[in-house]
């Protein structure tokens, strides 16, 4: 595919449909040829693009790549039929509605050499992607502890899945990312308050392969949107905000003490805090480009169906542990 623009399809024209309509248009390199969704155009986007009925019409429209953002019920039979049809596919997140799905789905994209892509696009955030990187270069030291908080109102978007499904995916797919290691158990606790059929609170702990602990604070029922991911490590602690695709560093001060009782404890101060200066590309054009990067024969920065799978395991897992009432082991 290199050189020559990838002809894209999208499938699904809901709210993230929209978005990715448009940033598949101003993607150099990617073409936006065809549109496809059962239910019509309710956003306007689809421009002078006929709104096709479903996936066998989008592939008859002579396709490269697609897009999957219909409802997550959907994404397996869709993103089957496109991995049938030989086009590399992205899929929104989770990849499928349950791990047998997803694991069906990631061997149908293998077996047929096909990019598969998971779109994560909290990995595409500046301040996530800054994250990484310094604590790759050794900014934080040992790693001991990532939190997350996802919290905010109900998104009337959602009808299919619950919060953890939905949001806490998020945070169960870059904690082993920024960590380099998966997740070995996993507690979590969730409640229903808004009347609907799905949970709308959870929360998780757990420890990762290499030690490290975890926590998820998410929920739909806060008037206060948040969306932070804290490392805390031996040199410090590192600060993701992505709604605002900030990074902050608190870095551990030192003090010394000549009270015996305390010599042996191993404690920090507070030290000097620094925000650092981000290019700020908007999340989901980086992840487009990444998209297309991976078709041209660069895999290196999409989130593989593999990867898509893990992160489901890990939900599922939340769901069996809150409704069960004990840890899981994975």
Not at 79 to 102: C, N, Y
Not at 104 to 117: C, I, Q, T
Not at 177 to 196: D, K
Not at 285 to 291: L, R, Y
Request: hydrophobic share 45%; proline share 4%; glycine share 10%.
């Amino acid at each position: 595919m290199t050189g020559q623009p990838v002809r894209v399809g999208l499938i699904g024209l809901g709210s993230m449909g929209r978005h990715h309509a448009r940033v598949i248009r101003t993607t150099p390199g990617m073409d936006l040829v065809a549109v496809a969704d059962a239910r019509g155009d309710s956003f306007g986007v689809a421009g002078g693009l006929p709104v096709l009925g479903d996936v066998v019409a989008l592939i008859d429209a002579g396709i490269d790549a697609a897009v999957v953002a219909v409802p997550t019920a959907l994404h397996e039979d869709v993103a089957l039929a496109l991995a049938a049809a030989g086009v590399h596919t992205m899929v929104e997140k989770p990849i499928a509605d349950s791990v047998v799905a997803a694991e069906r789905v990631a061997a149908a994209f293998e077996a047929a050499d096909l990019v598969g892509a998971v779109g994560y696009v909290e990995r595409c955030n500046p301040a996530m992607l800054s994250m990484r990187k310094r604590i790759e270069e050794g900014l934080l030291g040992e790693v001991y502890q990532i939190t997350t908080s996802r919290q905010g109102p109900f998104p009337s978007r959602i009808a299919d899945v619950g919060v953890v499904k939905d949001l806490a995916t998020h945070d169960v797919d870059i904690t082993p990312w920024l960590a380099g290691s998966p997740y070995a158990r996993i507690t979590a606790h969730m409640t229903h308050r808004s009347g609907r059929d799905f949970e709308d609170m959870l929360v998780a702990s757990g420890r990762l392969a290499n030690g490290v602990i975890v926590n998820h604070l998410v929920n739909w029922l806060s008037p206060r949107k948040e969306r932070q991911c804290v490392v805390t490590g031996e040199r410090g602690a590192l600060v993701a905000d992505t709604l605002t695709s900030d990074l902050t560093f608190y870095e551990n001060g030192t003090f010394e003490t000549e009270w015996e009782a305390l010599a042996s404890f191993r404690g920090v101060a507070e030290g000097d805090i620094t925000r650092f200066a981000l290019e700020k590309r908007e999340p989901l054009a980086v992840e487009q480009a990444n998209f297309r990067d991976a078709i041209r024969g660069d895999r290196s920065r999409i989130v593989s169906m593999s990867e898509g799978v893990a992160s489901l395991r890990v939900i599922e897992a939340c769901l069996q542990s809150a409704n069960e009432g004990r840890e899981i082991r994975l």
